[in-house]
């Protein structure tokens, strides 16, 4: 609470404008991705993305998610104890034919690979891709368990920080390579939200509302 309280002295002695103080509050915001899942299983999961890992993906998924492309998008490959795939914008949007879901993306170009020492843990959401190590586009996975042989392999860009009852509950693929048979889970929502790091996020929220009036 330092820092706010040293922020809020400032506001009182009139040397800080409170749009200074909104600004502040954007550039050291933390993106969550909330995600609502629907089908057979109802309930959100929230993946705090990690921008400080890999920049270029994290924007990626903030662009398609504000341009409402994951909205209603299946998760087309579900391995028991491994992971849950979904984001294929092209070919995996409920109520079209889903036969290539997970051979398609979106279309903007691939991405360069970011791969880091961060290693693929229960909760970790990590960026699927073809054989080229720089061909991620828009698909992602969130993981069940750990996988060390996926470590430098794929780019990890967040972890789950709420919802793992729903993540355990997404309906399992029975197919090849587990594809998901019949009628998949989806994504009805997804959104970006912004929260500061620490106890300075309610205030600072408050503060920056303030400074809108």
């Known amino acids: 609470m330092r820092r706010l309280k040293g922020l809020t002295a400032a506001l009182a002695l009139g040397l800080l404008p409170l749009a200074a103080l909104a600004d502040e509050q954007a550039e050291t915001a933390l993106p969550v991705l909330e995600i609502d899942i629907a089908g057979g299983v109802e309930g959100m999961i929230s993946v705090q993305l990690r921008p400080d890992l890999a920049p270029d993906h994290v924007a990626r998924i903030i662009a398609l998610a504000e341009a409402d492309a994951y909205d209603n998008v299946v998760f087309h490959r579900v391995i028991e104890g491994f992971m849950a795939q979904t984001g294929d914008v092209q070919y995996g949007v409920r109520g079209a034919d889903t036969r290539r879901a997970g051979m398609g993306g979106s279309e903007l170009p691939d991405l360069q690979a970011e791969f880091t020492a961060t290693p693929f843990e229960r909760g970790v959401m990590g960026m699927a891709r073809a054989q080229s190590p720089h061909s991620a586009n828009s698909q992602f996975f969130l993981m ?26 997404i309906k399992l693929g029975r197919g090849p390579n587990g594809a998901v048979l019949g009628e998949p889970d989806y994504m009805a929502d997804v959104r970006v939200v912004y929260a500061a790091e620490g106890d300075d996020a309610e205030a600072a929220e408050d503060m920056a509302e303030a400074a809108s009036d």
């Open 144 to 169: 069940f368990a750990e996988a060390p042989f996926l470590n430098g392999q794929y780019t990890v860009l967040g972890e789950i920080i709420d919802g793992f009852d729903v993540l355990d509950s």
